[in-house]
């Protein structure tokens, strides 16, 4: 059956299967090297048999530290690569659902972003606990990194409350530095730079996920689905919310791609109406 015999969407995502999958891949990517990253810093910083365990301080606060200064390195690494380049270094479906309503992101792109990061994800998380398995990824100091309400520390309501206010401040953060000329090129370091403090501050209050599917790759790794609806629902609702609140307010700079390094205009990559994006602009 040729391309134009699909009905009219499933044909549109095939084509864009044809021409961008490169983007899709890079998404699948970037996640699962997330997942897998922060999950061998947490084995390393809180896994009592770690290598490090003679090293790493006592304290749990200064335990996060670590992990946070590690994590922002993950970012920075993922959002200024060749690949995080080129297909925007998203590695997350509400950050991709921003893009999208923001309309630097056609809706099947979107859509296969969305399917590429649940992949990368749930690749991630299954290849760590097929690898350490439940003495390392699974040892009840490690959890499997995953992401779930406490219930001593006021279970969902204050998780939804923690991840919603945390979203909404990191596509804020994401937004206004995707807009400014002097800080587009900042971006991935603010956004690692937030992540950080998230991890050092947040982590007690919600697991500090901001991304549904890296919070479903690891429940599936741990087999254990206890409150994954709150960030399935709080980080797409909150950076929705901040999307629709920043366009309200901000009348400066337009935003000219939807890549997380920065971008900006030349002859052979004008950012006109017609262009299709995911689309990294010639140097």
């Given amino acids: 059956m040729s391309l134009t015999a699909l009905p009219t969407f499933a044909g549109q995502l095939a084509r864009a299967w ?9 998404e699948a990517a970037g996640l699962g090297f997330f997942v897998v990253c922060a ?11 770690s290598p490090l365990a003679a090293v790493v301080p006592a304290s749990h606060l200064l335990r996060r530290a670590w992990l946070g200064a590690g994590m922002l390195l993950v970012v920075a690494a993922i959002v200024y690569s060749p690949w995080g380049k080129r297909s925007g270094a998203h590695i997350n479906p509400a950050v991709t659902l921003a893009f999208w309503q923001l309309g630097k992101l056609r809706t099947p792109d979107a859509v296969w972003y969305v399917l590429a990061q649940l992949a990368g994800a749930l690749a991630g998380a299954g290849l760590l606990r097929g690898t350490l398995g439940r003495q390392w990824y699974g040892h009840p100091a490690v959890r499997y990194t995953v992401t779930q309400p ?5 279970g969902w309501p204050v998780a939804l409350g923690a991840e919603f206010v945390i979203s909404f401040v990191m596509m804020w953060v994401l937004l206004l530095a995707l807009h400014s000329a002097r800080l587009k090129t900042w971006a991935g370091w603010l956004l690692g730079l937030l992540l950080a403090l998230y991890i050092l501050l947040e982590t007690p209050l919600s697991g500090m996920s901001l991304n549904p599917a890296r919070s479903l790759g690891t429940a599936v790794a741990a087999g254990s689905y206890s409150g994954l609806w709150v960030y399935w ?18 009348h400066g700079e337009d935003l000219t791609c939807a890549i997380l390094a920065g971008c ?7 950012h006109s109406p017609g262009e299709e994006p995911p689309h990294y602009p010639d140097a």
Avoid: K
């Avoid at 999950?39 to 048999?49: F, I, N």
């Fill in 264 to 270: 900006s205009p030349t002859p052979s990559s004008p």
């Fill in 39 to 49: 999950g061998l810093l947490t084995v390393l910083m809180e896994h009592p048999a």
């Fill in 150 to 154: 406490d219930p001593a520390l006021g």
């Fill in 233 to 250: 629902l709080a980080p797409p609702a909150a950076m929705w919310l901040a999307t629709v609140a920043f366009r309200h307010f901000h």
């Fill in 18 to 26: 044809q021409r961008h999958w490169p983007h899709y891949v890079a």
